[in-house]
Protein backbone atom coordinates (compact mmCIF):
# COMPACT_ATOMS: atom_id res chain seq x y z
CA UNK A 1 0.00 0.00 0.00
CA UNK A 2 1.68 3.45 -1.05
CA UNK A 3 2.52 5.74 1.77
CA UNK A 4 2.59 9.64 1.63
CA UNK A 5 6.29 9.35 1.13
CA UNK A 6 6.79 13.07 -0.28
CA UNK A 7 3.13 14.29 -0.03
CA UNK A 8 0.12 13.62 1.33
CA UNK A 9 -1.93 10.90 -0.87
CA UNK A 10 -5.44 11.35 -1.12
CA UNK A 11 -8.47 8.72 -0.90
CA UNK A 12 -11.75 8.52 -0.58
CA UNK A 13 -14.02 5.42 1.18
CA UNK A 14 -15.71 4.37 -1.76
CA UNK A 15 -19.27 5.01 -2.92
CA UNK A 16 -19.50 8.30 -5.79
CA UNK A 17 -22.18 9.99 -7.51
CA UNK A 18 -23.28 8.73 -10.66
CA UNK A 19 -22.07 10.64 -13.67
CA UNK A 20 -23.90 8.12 -16.51
CA UNK A 21 -27.10 7.23 -14.80
CA UNK A 22 -27.88 3.55 -15.63
CA UNK A 23 -30.96 1.77 -14.88
CA UNK A 24 -31.74 -1.62 -13.17
CA UNK A 25 -31.31 -3.13 -16.50
CA UNK A 26 -28.48 -1.40 -17.65
CA UNK A 27 -26.43 -3.67 -20.51
CA UNK A 28 -22.40 -4.83 -19.94
CA UNK A 29 -21.77 -1.52 -22.52
CA UNK A 30 -23.60 0.68 -20.33
CA UNK A 31 -21.69 0.06 -16.94
CA UNK A 32 -18.43 -0.15 -18.61
CA UNK A 33 -18.91 3.70 -19.51
CA UNK A 34 -20.10 5.01 -16.25
CA UNK A 35 -17.27 3.02 -14.27
CA UNK A 36 -14.55 4.66 -16.92
CA UNK A 37 -16.66 8.40 -16.32
CA UNK A 38 -16.27 7.41 -12.42
CA UNK A 39 -12.68 6.80 -12.83
CA UNK A 40 -11.74 9.71 -15.58
CA UNK A 41 -13.40 12.08 -12.95
CA UNK A 42 -11.49 10.63 -10.22
CA UNK A 43 -8.16 11.46 -12.11
CA UNK A 44 -8.77 15.02 -13.52
CA UNK A 45 -9.96 16.02 -9.82
CA UNK A 46 -6.03 14.42 -9.21
CA UNK A 47 -6.82 11.87 -6.09
CA UNK A 48 -4.23 9.68 -5.62
CA UNK A 49 -5.64 6.06 -4.54
CA UNK A 50 -8.93 5.62 -6.56
CA UNK A 51 -11.73 3.20 -7.01
CA UNK A 52 -15.06 2.65 -9.52
CA UNK A 53 -17.31 4.42 -7.22
CA UNK A 54 -19.27 1.51 -5.82
CA UNK A 55 -20.99 1.82 -9.53
CA UNK A 56 -20.89 -1.95 -9.95
CA UNK A 57 -22.41 -2.49 -6.67
CA UNK A 58 -25.37 -0.44 -7.45
CA UNK A 59 -24.43 2.51 -4.72
CA UNK A 60 -25.15 0.10 -2.12
CA UNK A 61 -22.71 -1.37 0.44
CA UNK A 62 -25.13 -3.86 1.68
CA UNK A 63 -27.50 -4.91 -0.64
CA UNK A 64 -25.38 -5.91 -3.24
CA UNK A 65 -24.37 -9.13 -0.94
CA UNK A 66 -27.96 -10.06 -1.19
CA UNK A 67 -27.54 -11.88 -4.24
CA UNK A 68 -23.89 -13.44 -3.21
CA UNK A 69 -24.74 -16.30 -0.22
CA UNK A 70 -26.46 -19.32 -0.60
CA UNK A 71 -28.09 -20.88 2.65
CA UNK A 72 -31.01 -17.66 3.03
CA UNK A 73 -34.89 -17.67 2.00
CA UNK A 74 -36.51 -14.75 1.74
CA UNK A 75 -39.80 -14.31 4.12
CA UNK A 76 -42.20 -11.03 4.10
CA UNK A 77 -41.18 -8.53 6.30
CA UNK A 78 -43.42 -8.57 9.39
CA UNK A 79 -43.67 -5.32 10.20
CA UNK A 80 -40.87 -4.53 13.06
CA UNK A 81 -38.85 -0.96 12.60
CA UNK A 82 -35.46 -1.93 10.90
CA UNK A 83 -32.48 -1.23 13.24
CA UNK A 84 -31.81 1.62 11.61
CA UNK A 85 -34.92 3.46 12.31
CA UNK A 86 -34.32 2.51 16.16
CA UNK A 87 -31.88 3.36 19.12
CA UNK A 88 -31.78 6.56 21.94
CA UNK A 89 -30.64 9.46 19.38
CA UNK A 90 -34.57 8.61 17.75
CA UNK A 91 -36.29 8.50 20.59
CA UNK A 92 -34.46 11.82 21.73
CA UNK A 93 -34.77 13.46 18.62
CA UNK A 94 -37.94 11.92 17.32
CA UNK A 95 -39.94 14.81 16.26
CA UNK A 96 -36.75 15.90 13.96
CA UNK A 97 -36.76 12.19 12.19
CA UNK A 98 -40.47 12.51 11.70
CA UNK A 99 -39.78 15.40 10.11
CA UNK A 100 -36.99 14.44 8.17
CA UNK A 101 -38.59 11.30 7.04
CA UNK A 102 -41.51 13.39 5.92
CA UNK A 103 -39.24 15.53 3.75
CA UNK A 104 -36.88 12.87 2.56
CA UNK A 105 -34.06 14.75 3.69
CA UNK A 106 -32.12 11.82 6.05
CA UNK A 107 -30.38 11.07 2.42
CA UNK A 108 -29.97 13.01 -0.86
CA UNK A 109 -31.29 10.27 -3.42
CA UNK A 110 -34.85 9.40 -2.75
CA UNK A 111 -33.68 5.45 -3.10
CA UNK A 112 -31.36 5.94 -0.38
CA UNK A 113 -34.20 6.69 1.99
CA UNK A 114 -34.68 4.51 4.64
CA UNK A 115 -37.44 2.06 4.10
CA UNK A 116 -40.01 1.09 6.49
CA UNK A 117 -40.04 -2.62 6.13
CA UNK A 118 -37.86 -4.67 3.97
CA UNK A 119 -37.83 -8.50 3.32
CA UNK A 120 -36.35 -10.79 6.31
CA UNK A 121 -33.45 -13.08 4.94
CA UNK A 122 -33.49 -15.87 7.40
CA UNK A 123 -30.26 -18.37 7.23
CA UNK A 124 -31.85 -21.43 7.14
CA UNK A 125 -28.91 -23.89 5.85
CA UNK A 126 -25.09 -23.68 5.33
CA UNK A 127 -23.87 -20.08 3.67
CA UNK A 128 -22.29 -20.06 1.20
CA UNK A 129 -20.76 -18.03 -1.48
CA UNK A 130 -21.95 -17.63 -4.94
CA UNK A 131 -21.13 -14.36 -5.99
CA UNK A 132 -18.17 -15.06 -8.12
CA UNK A 133 -19.80 -13.69 -11.54
CA UNK A 134 -20.75 -10.64 -10.48
CA UNK A 135 -17.26 -10.10 -7.87
CA UNK A 136 -15.42 -10.84 -11.75
CA UNK A 137 -17.44 -8.16 -13.37
CA UNK A 138 -16.43 -5.84 -10.69
CA UNK A 139 -12.71 -6.46 -10.33
CA UNK A 140 -12.06 -6.50 -14.08
CA UNK A 141 -13.65 -3.18 -14.76
CA UNK A 142 -11.90 -2.18 -12.43
CA UNK A 143 -8.10 -3.58 -13.52
CA UNK A 144 -8.82 -2.46 -17.17
CA UNK A 145 -9.98 0.72 -16.57
CA UNK A 146 -7.75 1.75 -14.25
CA UNK A 147 -4.29 -0.13 -14.77
CA UNK A 148 -2.32 2.52 -13.18
CA UNK A 149 -1.84 3.52 -9.81
CA UNK A 150 -3.25 2.29 -6.82
CA UNK A 151 -6.74 1.32 -6.90
CA UNK A 152 -9.45 -0.15 -3.98
CA UNK A 153 -12.66 -2.09 -4.04
CA UNK A 154 -14.95 -2.19 -1.29
CA UNK A 155 -16.86 -5.26 0.53
CA UNK A 156 -18.52 -5.36 3.40
CA UNK A 157 -17.45 -7.08 7.08
CA UNK A 158 -19.14 -9.75 8.45
CA UNK A 159 -20.80 -7.70 11.69
CA UNK A 160 -22.81 -5.17 9.21
CA UNK A 161 -24.13 -8.44 7.03
CA UNK A 162 -25.09 -9.88 9.72
CA UNK A 163 -27.58 -6.77 10.97
CA UNK A 164 -30.51 -7.43 8.38
CA UNK A 165 -30.42 -11.46 8.59
CA UNK A 166 -31.92 -13.80 11.08
CA UNK A 167 -30.53 -17.12 12.08
CA UNK A 168 -32.67 -20.41 11.98
CA UNK A 169 -29.33 -23.03 11.47
CA UNK A 170 -26.27 -21.91 13.59
CA UNK A 171 -26.39 -23.32 16.72
CA UNK A 172 -24.79 -19.96 18.13
CA UNK A 173 -24.84 -16.04 17.07
CA UNK A 174 -21.05 -16.31 17.32
CA UNK A 175 -21.20 -19.51 14.91
CA UNK A 176 -23.42 -17.77 12.85
CA UNK A 177 -21.19 -14.68 12.14
CA UNK A 178 -17.91 -16.72 11.85
CA UNK A 179 -19.93 -18.47 8.77
CA UNK A 180 -20.73 -14.81 7.33
CA UNK A 181 -16.93 -14.38 7.75
CA UNK A 182 -16.06 -17.80 6.14
CA UNK A 183 -18.47 -17.20 2.78
CA UNK A 184 -17.23 -13.65 2.89
CA UNK A 185 -13.25 -14.70 2.74
CA UNK A 186 -13.76 -16.15 -0.77
CA UNK A 187 -14.63 -12.15 -1.99
CA UNK A 188 -12.02 -10.47 0.32
CA UNK A 189 -9.58 -13.32 -1.03
CA UNK A 190 -10.57 -12.81 -4.84
CA UNK A 191 -10.22 -9.39 -4.42
CA UNK A 192 -6.65 -9.16 -2.93
CA UNK A 193 -5.38 -11.80 -5.47
CA UNK A 194 -6.33 -9.60 -8.49
CA UNK A 195 -4.29 -7.25 -7.15
CA UNK A 196 -6.38 -4.59 -5.63
CA UNK A 197 -6.93 -3.16 -2.29
CA UNK A 198 -9.09 -4.57 -0.38
CA UNK A 199 -11.48 -2.05 1.45
CA UNK A 200 -13.33 -3.55 4.00
CA UNK A 201 -16.82 -1.31 5.51
CA UNK A 202 -17.96 -2.01 8.72
CA UNK A 203 -20.41 0.92 9.46
CA UNK A 204 -22.83 -1.28 11.94
CA UNK A 205 -20.22 -2.63 14.04
CA UNK A 206 -19.82 0.76 16.22
CA UNK A 207 -23.31 1.65 15.11
CA UNK A 208 -25.37 -1.00 16.70
CA UNK A 209 -24.01 1.24 20.41
CA UNK A 210 -27.23 3.28 19.87
CA UNK A 211 -29.83 0.76 19.36
CA UNK A 212 -28.32 -2.26 21.40
CA UNK A 213 -24.87 -1.35 23.37
CA UNK A 214 -26.20 1.14 25.88
CA UNK A 215 -28.57 -1.20 27.32
CA UNK A 216 -25.55 -4.39 27.41
CA UNK A 217 -23.39 -1.65 28.36
CA UNK A 218 -19.64 -1.01 27.31
CA UNK A 219 -17.75 -3.87 28.53
CA UNK A 220 -20.27 -5.85 27.12
CA UNK A 221 -20.67 -4.49 23.16
CA UNK A 222 -17.17 -4.39 23.21
CA UNK A 223 -17.17 -8.53 24.07
CA UNK A 224 -19.52 -8.31 21.45
CA UNK A 225 -17.22 -6.13 18.86
CA UNK A 226 -14.26 -8.37 19.33
CA UNK A 227 -15.96 -11.07 18.78
CA UNK A 228 -16.63 -10.16 15.29
CA UNK A 229 -13.25 -8.65 14.55
CA UNK A 230 -12.20 -11.88 15.15
CA UNK A 231 -14.86 -13.06 12.65
CA UNK A 232 -13.06 -10.41 10.03
CA UNK A 233 -9.67 -11.80 11.23
CA UNK A 234 -10.69 -15.42 10.32
CA UNK A 235 -12.04 -14.23 7.06
CA UNK A 236 -8.64 -12.14 6.24
CA UNK A 237 -6.14 -14.51 7.60
CA UNK A 238 -4.57 -15.33 4.00
CA UNK A 239 -4.10 -11.79 2.99
CA UNK A 240 -1.55 -9.53 3.54
CA UNK A 241 -2.14 -6.88 5.59
CA UNK A 242 -0.82 -4.49 3.16
CA UNK A 243 -3.50 -4.81 0.88
CA UNK A 244 -6.26 -4.31 3.52
CA UNK A 245 -7.82 -1.05 3.99
CA UNK A 246 -10.64 -0.92 6.98
CA UNK A 247 -13.59 1.56 7.29
CA UNK A 248 -15.19 2.47 10.15
CA UNK A 249 -18.12 4.92 10.49
CA UNK A 250 -21.00 5.78 12.35
CA UNK A 251 -24.10 5.44 9.43
CA UNK A 252 -24.72 8.20 7.02
CA UNK A 253 -27.72 9.59 7.40
CA UNK A 254 -28.18 13.36 7.68
CA UNK A 255 -29.56 13.58 11.35
CA UNK A 256 -28.19 14.08 14.86
CA UNK A 257 -25.82 11.35 15.99
CA UNK A 258 -25.86 12.66 19.22
CA UNK A 259 -25.07 9.06 20.82
CA UNK A 260 -22.36 7.93 18.35
CA UNK A 261 -19.95 5.76 20.45
CA UNK A 262 -16.64 7.53 21.03
CA UNK A 263 -13.83 6.03 19.30
CA UNK A 264 -12.04 6.25 22.44
CA UNK A 265 -13.86 3.46 23.14
CA UNK A 266 -13.01 0.88 20.36
CA UNK A 267 -9.71 2.51 19.22
CA UNK A 268 -8.19 -0.61 20.61
CA UNK A 269 -10.50 -2.95 19.05
CA UNK A 270 -10.24 -0.91 15.49
CA UNK A 271 -6.66 -1.96 15.45
CA UNK A 272 -6.56 -5.60 16.04
CA UNK A 273 -8.21 -5.57 12.29
CA UNK A 274 -5.84 -7.67 9.77
CA UNK A 275 -5.29 -4.45 8.03
CA UNK A 276 -2.89 -1.74 7.08
CA UNK A 277 -4.98 1.07 6.89
CA UNK A 278 -7.68 2.63 8.81
CA UNK A 279 -9.98 4.47 7.60
CA UNK A 280 -11.92 6.60 10.01
CA UNK A 281 -14.68 9.75 10.53
CA UNK A 282 -12.47 13.20 11.51
CA UNK A 283 -14.64 15.94 9.66
CA UNK A 284 -18.15 16.36 10.80
CA UNK A 285 -19.37 17.97 14.00
CA UNK A 286 -19.67 15.13 15.99
CA UNK A 287 -16.42 13.30 15.48
CA UNK A 288 -13.54 16.69 14.17
CA UNK A 289 -12.70 16.71 18.13
CA UNK A 290 -11.63 13.15 17.53
CA UNK A 291 -7.78 13.81 16.45
CA UNK A 292 -6.78 14.04 19.99
CA UNK A 293 -7.33 10.31 20.54
CA UNK A 294 -4.12 10.31 19.12
CA UNK A 295 -2.15 12.11 21.99
CA UNK A 296 -2.43 9.00 24.00
CA UNK A 297 -3.10 5.93 21.72
CA UNK A 298 0.13 4.85 19.70
CA UNK A 299 -0.74 3.91 15.91
CA UNK A 300 1.63 0.54 15.60
CA UNK A 301 4.50 0.49 13.49
CA UNK A 302 3.62 0.00 9.21
CA UNK A 303 -0.32 1.02 10.05
CA UNK A 304 -1.84 3.81 7.81
CA UNK A 305 -4.82 6.32 9.26
CA UNK A 306 -6.85 7.61 6.94
CA UNK A 307 -9.13 10.46 8.83
CA UNK A 308 -11.81 11.83 7.09
CA UNK A 309 -11.22 15.77 6.28
CA UNK A 310 -14.46 16.32 4.65
CA UNK A 311 -17.58 15.13 5.03
CA UNK A 312 -20.76 13.82 3.55
CA UNK A 313 -22.98 15.28 6.53
CA UNK A 314 -22.97 18.81 5.51
CA UNK A 315 -23.75 20.62 1.98
CA UNK A 316 -21.11 23.07 2.89
CA UNK A 317 -17.81 22.39 0.79
CA UNK A 318 -14.69 22.67 3.22
CA UNK A 319 -12.42 25.43 2.35
CA UNK A 320 -8.43 23.91 1.89
CA UNK A 321 -7.09 25.42 4.20
CA UNK A 322 -9.42 23.85 6.85
CA UNK A 323 -8.80 20.42 5.30
CA UNK A 324 -4.83 21.06 5.64
CA UNK A 325 -5.12 21.79 8.96
CA UNK A 326 -7.18 19.18 9.63
CA UNK A 327 -4.66 16.86 7.61
CA UNK A 328 -1.75 18.50 9.51
CA UNK A 329 -3.44 17.76 13.46
CA UNK A 330 -3.40 13.82 12.36
CA UNK A 331 0.16 14.25 10.73
CA UNK A 332 1.64 15.69 14.02
CA UNK A 333 -0.06 13.26 16.33
CA UNK A 334 1.05 9.74 14.15
CA UNK A 335 3.23 10.81 11.67
CA UNK A 336 3.01 12.56 7.94
CA UNK A 337 4.18 9.11 6.18
CA UNK A 338 1.54 7.64 8.56
CA UNK A 339 -1.53 9.92 7.24
CA UNK A 340 -3.53 9.53 4.08
CA UNK A 341 -6.34 12.34 3.29
CA UNK A 342 -9.92 10.97 3.23
CA UNK A 343 -13.60 11.37 3.46
CA UNK A 344 -15.81 10.54 6.28
CA UNK A 345 -17.85 8.42 4.64
CA UNK A 346 -19.08 7.24 0.35
CA UNK A 347 -20.57 9.96 -0.98
CA UNK A 348 -22.91 8.68 -3.58
CA UNK A 349 -26.73 8.78 -2.55
CA UNK A 350 -25.55 11.39 0.44
CA UNK A 351 -24.35 14.20 -1.48
CA UNK A 352 -25.61 16.38 -4.47
CA UNK A 353 -23.34 15.39 -6.81
CA UNK A 354 -22.03 18.87 -7.93
CA UNK A 355 -21.08 19.29 -4.14
CA UNK A 356 -19.50 15.93 -3.71
CA UNK A 357 -17.46 16.45 -6.58
CA UNK A 358 -16.64 19.58 -5.38
CA UNK A 359 -15.20 18.78 -2.19
CA UNK A 360 -13.11 16.10 -3.49
CA UNK A 361 -11.52 18.98 -5.71
CA UNK A 362 -11.09 20.52 -1.87
CA UNK A 363 -9.72 17.66 -0.42
CA UNK A 364 -7.04 17.60 -3.23
CA UNK A 365 -6.41 21.00 -2.69
CA UNK A 366 -6.04 20.80 0.66
CA UNK A 367 -3.83 17.88 1.09
CA UNK A 368 -1.47 20.02 -1.57
CA UNK A 369 -1.16 23.18 1.23
CA UNK A 370 -0.77 20.20 3.86
CA UNK A 371 2.03 18.74 1.86
CA UNK A 372 4.10 22.42 1.55
CA UNK A 373 3.79 22.62 5.22
CA UNK A 374 4.75 19.16 6.38
CA UNK A 375 7.26 19.06 3.79
Not at 238 to 265: F, T
Not at 302 to 319: R, W
Not at 359 to 370: D, F, I, P, Q, W
Request: aromatic residues 8%.
Amino acid sequence: MNRSVDKILTTHVGSLPDIVPLTADATADALRSAVAAIITRQKLIGLDVINEGEVTKGGDWLSYVDERFGGFEERPADGSKPLIQQGKDREDFAEFYRYATEKGTLFYLPGMQIKQSRPIRVCTSPITYRGQDSLATEIDLLRSLAPEGETFLTSTAPASIEVYRRNEFYKSEEEFVFALAEAMRVEYETIANSGLILQVDDAWLPALWDRIGMTMGIEAFRRRCEIRVDALNHALRKIPESQVRYHLCWGSWHGPHAYDLEIANIVDIMLKVRAQAYLVEGANARHDHEYAVWDTVKLPAGKILIPGVITHSTDVVEHPELVSQRIQRYAQRVGRENVMAGADCGFGGRSHPQIAWAKLESLVRGAELASRALW
